[in-house]
């Protein structure tokens, strides 16, 4: 072979080798909702199914699979013990898992067990009523509960401290009630809120709005308050008051995103984050998430991860502020 040839042959050689491989699409991708279907993990899972899909970012559907259980513990506890190395699967999480973590819920697990990957958009909390509700207006609840707060059965994501909780805690709080006084039901996630108001087993629901709108526009429910700063600007919300209009100061989004396993490796993390970054920033994608019903709110990576531990740490000061932790 000719000297300068083989010099050539000698350094893309070279080259190939101290280049890390690049991860290829997953064979299995799967996506875990951590809960029963019909709620705000289902729902965020179906959005990334329907967007990587469309924007061939994947060349097969995504799996969507359930594994309800403590509003995200079992599937986190899951993924960090048993699955940790799985670089197909992506977990869906809210901000109300990193509520949960920042009150020790998770077990032996906290925020730093797994390697947080993107964040895709952004819901409100909500209180919701059947359409037949007595309850007109969130100060009609406010007084009931100020009444006799045993006679309001309010159903939640979860027990004391999770998001839903959270969320009625603080509206109780700003009215002078004690928290602590309010009847809750835990519930699986917002699917089973839904199903348990329209079969009128509960009063009221805590839930947050992506989950809900389909009901309301369908005229099954409404909605007394959303936790938004000001009005949502969206034809079908536009009429729905918020908790500040209506004398309580409370503002509560609720965040949406994928973590993978721990020991999932650099390059299918890598091969991820790509991935999420172009479907993020696509035209396509906003259209599906406005379509449910989700706002604007994309991080991926090292900010996301920066992200996630200040939240992490500012819920644990309300949680303290509420005595959930010491």
Not at 208 to 218: K, R, T, Y
Not at 252 to 266: C, I, L, Q, T
Request: charged share 20%; with cysteine.
């Amino acid at each position: 072979m000719n000297p300068i040839l083989r010099s050539l042959a000698l350094a893309v050689t070279c080259v190939t080798l101290a280049a890390p491989a690049l991860a290829e699409e997953p064979k299995r991708p799967e996506c875990i909702a951590p809960a029963a279907p019909g709620g705000g993990f289902d729902l965020t899972c179906k959005l990334i199914q329907s967007g990587l899909l469309e924007q061939k970012l994947l060349s097969k559907p995504m799996r969507v699979t359930y594994m309800p259980g403590g509003v995200g513990a079992v599937a986190y506890n899951a993924v960090v013990a048993q699955r940790p190395a799985d670089g197909g699967t992506v977990v869906a999480w809210s901000s109300g898992s990193l509520l949960n973590l920042a009150q020790g819920k998770f077990g032996r697990f906290d925020e730093n067990a797994v390697r947080w990957l993107a964040a895709v958009g952004t819901s409100y909390g909500a209180i919701a009523v059947a359409s037949d509700s007595p309850f007109k207006t969130l100060d009609d609840l406010v007084q009931a509960l100020k009444k006799d707060p045993s006679q309001v059965v309010i159903g939640s994501g979860g027990t004391v401290g999770s998001q839903d909780w959270m969320q009625t805690a603080l509206i109780a709080k700003a009215a002078g009630i004690n928290p602590r006084e309010l009847r809750y039901v835990a519930l699986e996630g917002g699917g089973e809120i839904t199903t348990a108001l329209l079969g009128h087993h509960i009063q009221v629901g805590s839930t947050d709005i992506s989950d809900s709108m389909p009901n309301v526009i369908a005229g099954k429910m409404r909605l007394l308050a959303v936790f938004s700063d000001k009005r949502l600007e969206e034809p079908d919300m536009k009429d729905i008051p918020t908790a500040k209009e209506q004398g309580y100061d409370i503002v509560w989004p609720v965040v949406r995103g994928f973590y993978v396993g721990p020991k999932v490796s650099d390059e299918d993390y890598a091969w991820w984050k790509t991935t999420f970054d172009k479907l993020l920033a696509s035209e396509q994608f906003a259209k599906l998430r406005d379509d449910r019903e989700l706002f604007p709110f994309a991080l991926t990576g090292a900010e996301l991860d920066t992200y996630v531990k200040k939240q992490v740490a500012d819920y644990k000061v309300l949680a303290k502020e509420f005595g959930l932790i010491q």
